[in-house]
T-cell receptor, first 112, second 114 residues
Framework: SQTIHQWPATLVQPVGSPLSLECTVEGTSNPNLYWYRQAAGRGLQLLFYSVGIGQISSEVPQNLSASRPQDRQFILSSKKLLLSDSGFYLC???????????FGPGTRLLVL | KQEVTQIPAALSVPEGENLVLNCSFTDSAIYNLQWFRQDPGKGLTSLLL?????REQTSGRLNASLDKSSGRSTLYIAASQPGDSATYLCAVKVSGAGSYQLTFGKGTKLSVIP
């Protein structure tokens, strides 16, 4: 069966510090991968998606970047965090764009 | 731009009651629609996926309907239980150039009172 992992589960970082969130998927190959952010009082917002190694598409301009160094690894990064980067970050995978997306447990980020 | 609205934002019902959650979307050119459940501080769990050509999907006590022409979907929960308490999210996948993107509503927070 397939599983998706995210770490860390919780992170508190000062403004201006760097960020690296990791997402890995097990039990499948060449998945579509997604990063979402859920901010308080807002719906989930798609940040990045990837259809293959090294292929990243950004949905919104922002202070964040994403990378996919391996088939089942998706990383969300920032060089300098802003207060507005606080939120709940969710990674998801899907076999194809037509099929269901499966979500990880999320990382709660608080920028102070 | 696709917008998804969920009404009500919060709902409290006694255990055993049947209930309906509503979702509406502005652009009917969707590929599919999904209902998710989110427990506090957790990720999302997919409940039902309805393709644009389908009218409804059922799983256990859950039934989701889709009326693409009117831009509406409902999630029906039969014989509600306290374990159903969670936030329910509706999301549509647009077709065409934006086909990779799911657009989510803000959710309905359901509380089932024992």
């Amino acid at each position: 069966s397939q599983t998706i992992h995210q770490w860390p589960a919780t992170l508190v970082q000062p403004v201006g510090s760097p960020l690296s969130l990791e997402c890995t998927v097990e039990g499948t190959s060449n998945p579509n991968l997604y990063w979402y952010r859920q901010a308080a009082g807002r719906g989930l917002q798609l940040l990045f998606y990837s259809v293959g190694i090294g292929q990243i598409s950004s949905e919104v301009p922002q202070n964040l970047s994403a990378s996919r160094p391996q088939d089942r690894q998706f990383i969300l990064s920032s060089k300098k965090l802003l207060l507005s980067d606080s939120g709940f970050y969710l990674c998801a995978w899907a076999r194809t764009i037509q099929e269901t997306q499966y979500f990880g447990p999320g990382t709660r980020l608080l920028v102070l | 731009k696709q917008e998804v609205t969920q009404i009500p934002a919060a709902l409290s019902v006694p255990e055993g009651e049947n209930l309906v959650l509503n979702c509406s979307f502005t652009d009917s050119a969707i590929y599919n629609l999904q209902w998710f459940r989110q427990d506090p501080g957790k990720g999302l769990t997919s409940l039902l996926l309805i393709q644009s050509s389908q009218r409804e999907q059922t799983s256990g006590r859950l039934n989701a309907s889709l009326d693409k022409s009117s831009g509406r979907s409902t999630l029906y929960i039969a014989a509600s239980q306290p374990g159903d308490s969670a936030t329910y999210l509706c999301a549509v996948k647009v077709s065409g150039a934006g086909s990779y993107q799911l657009t989510f509503g803000k959710g309905t927070k359901l509380s089932v009172i024992p």
